[in-house]
């Protein structure tokens, strides 16, 4: 199906663990982006890619790795999980030409570190 | 660095007007506007490019002023389906800013019968 598709779409696990979620599109846009949603805070984004191999830092980047080794997935790991880490993360798609164009979100991901 | 956005939240009556405004302590290439329903993710609704573009479609558009690096959101003779979290998201002006994409913090839109 094309799209771009998130999993899992809920997670909960334990402090200290290392937790990958995962983020898949089938357009082969260039651009993929990470955010994370807490209410009161919109959507503060994590990481951004503009192609494969290329990444970059967004505002709160700080606990969490990405990597894009394949134009179409783009993995967020936490490697240690903390508690303020509980949120609900947004990966999203699009392409860039002399504008960016619409973006398309995954459903998202609700993850509860305990 | 995240836009601000004005106000937190509106109460509306069906048939009522809102704004809702985005502005930027940077200089701005694009404004874009998404839509987020409870449980439901973003939806894009449109993109204004800097040059005081006006956009829209039905009863809901936007304008931008590259002057105060402000965007605000139009909602016209408004409707329960309109009812949501909305967005501004905004790409600098600049090299390094170049495919970022950050979003404010989202205005809570209540429409009522």
């Known amino acids: 199906d094309a799209g771009i598709t998130q999993s899992p779409r809920y997670k909960i696990t334990e402090t200290g663990r290392q937790v990958t979620l995962m983020c898949h599109q089938t357009w082969s846009h260039s651009y993929m982006f990470w955010y994370r949603q807490d209410l009161g805070h919109g959507l503060r984004l994590i990481y951004y890619s503009a192609a494969a191999d290329i990444t970059d830092k967004g505002e709160v980047p700080d606990g969490y790795v990405v990597s894009r080794s394949k134009t179409e997935n783009f993995p967020l790991t936490l490697e240690s999980a903390t508690r303020s880490q509980t949120s609900v993360y947004f990966c999203?798609?699009?392409?860039?030409?002399?504008?960016?164009?619409?973006?398309?979100f995954g459903q998202g991901t609700r993850l509860t570190v305990v | 660095q995240q836009p601000v956005q004005s106000p937190q939240a509106v109460i509306l009556r069906e048939g009522e007007d809102a704004v809702i405004n985005c502005s930027s302590s940077?200089?701005?290439?694009?404004v874009h506007w998404y839509r987020q329903k409870h449980g439901e993710a973003p939806v894009f609704l449109m993109i204004l490019l800097k040059g005081g573009e006006q956009k829209g479609h039905e009863k809901i558009s936007a304008s931008f002023n590259e002057k105060k690096q402000q965007s605000s959101l139009y909602l016209t003779a408004s409707q329960l389906s309109y009812s949501g979290t909305y967005f501004c998201?905004?790409?600098?002006?600049?090299?390094?800013?170049?495919?970022?994409?950050?979003f404010g913090q989202g205005t809570i839109l209540t429409v009522h019968p």
């Open positions: 998201g905004t790409e600098l002006t600049g090299g390094t800013s170049y495919g970022k994409l950050t």
């Open positions: 940077k200089a701005l290439y694009s």
């Open positions: 999203a798609s699009t392409d860039r030409g002399w504008i960016m164009t619409e973006a398309f």
